[in-house]
């Protein structure tokens, strides 16, 4: 089955600079990868996802890199601030429509 | 989007008793999802649930602890059987919009003591 691993577990940036999440998954067949922003306390959020036949994804400050050769795709969240903080997900969607999740990454922007 | 109703939103239990958690869904949907959110951690699937079929389980979950009903295409069940401390957790439901879209209900909080 798949298997999706996310590093880093934390990242601290400065207000203004640019927050880099990567992930790596297994299984060759998955095809979805979405990236959710979870904030204390709330349910997970989509914010960007991309889809196997694409390489790269934006939306204002977040864009989503795909490699499916190396198997492994990144968030980028450029001008950061505050509102940023929070945890973000990566997940791969494997035949069956399963989302497998990575680890987590907790994302701290310092004013 | 799909909007999931999810409740209760937390519940304190007692070890040895069971709770069920429920999720109605406003659109029909095909699949459902059961996800586990121990604390500080990831989402780890604990089922899918497609109406007029049984639940399709993960390793590691069974159905003799996480029962799960599907009777129609919006709503769904979790039960927690038989509960310890170590069940305490966050549990979220989950359905696709279009066949990737994910959206979550706003998930249970359950502590046992």
Known sequence: G??????????????????VIKCTYSD???NYF???????GKRPQLIIDI???VGEKKDQRIAVTLNKT???FSLHITET????SAVYFCAGMDSSYKLIFG???RLLVRP | SAVISQKPSRDICQRGTSLTIQCQVDSQVTMMFWYRQQPGQSLTLIATANQGSEATYESGFVIDKFPISRPNLTFSTLTVSNMSPEDSS???CSTLQGDTEAFFGQGTRLTVV
């Open chain 1, 51 to 53: 889809r196997s036949n």
């Open chain 1, 70 to 72: 190396a198997k492994h």
């Open chain 1, 81 to 84: 601030q505050p509102e940023d």
């Open chain 1, 2 to 19: 798949e298997n999706v691993e996310q590093h880093p577990s934390t990242l601290s940036v400065q207000e203004g600079d640019s927050a």
């Open chain 1, 28 to 30: 060759s067949a998955s």
């Open chain 1, 103 to 105: 680890s987590g990454t």
């Open chain 1, 34 to 40: 979405p990236w959710y922003k979870q904030e204390l």
């Open chain 2, 90 to 92: 966050i549990y979220l």
